[in-house]
């Protein structure tokens, strides 16, 4: 079993950054894609970002960038780097993982880490 920790999500400003990171228990951690997805209220889960196992990375449209992500395999975690944050963006943003391959898809992944909230305002 994986299992996914979130962190870094709070308040901030239109225009501000913040960086979310995600801690993961399994020891295969360089063998796993790992992605972010948000859900703000009212919405659909929707593909952020995500990275695979030889680095490459992978963006929505709409936070190619500003938004990066990276990955630290000695740490068995993920980040997410957010700059120029806008209101829209906010969301409960979920980091998720599996095996190998990446997938703009939510339902390709197996693991799911609680969330954090991250709350942008104008």
């Known amino acids: 079993q994986v299992q996914l920790v979130e962190s870094g999500g709070g308040l901030v400003q239109a225009g501000g950054s913040l960086r979310l990171s995600c801690a993961a228990s399994?020891?295969?951690?360089?063998?796993?894609?790992m992605a972010w997805f948000r859900q703000a209220p009212g919405k659909e889960r929707e593909f952020v970002a995500a990275?695979?196992?030889?680095?490459?990375?992978y963006y929505a449209n709409s936070v190619k960038g500003r938004f990066t992500i990276s990955r630290d395999n000695a740490k068995n975690t993920v980040y997410l780097q957010m700059n120029s944050l806008k209101p829209e963006e906010t969301a409960v943003y979920y980091c998720?993982?599996?095996?190998?391959?990446?997938?703009?898809?939510?339902?390709?992944?197996?693991?799911w880490g609680q969330g954090t909230q991250v709350i942008v305002s104008s």
């Open positions: 399994q020891r295969t951690f360089r063998s796993y894609a």
């Open positions: 998720a993982a599996r095996p190998t391959l990446v997938s703009t898809s939510n339902s390709a992944y197996d693991y």
């Open positions: 990275i695979n196992c030889g680095g490459i990375k």
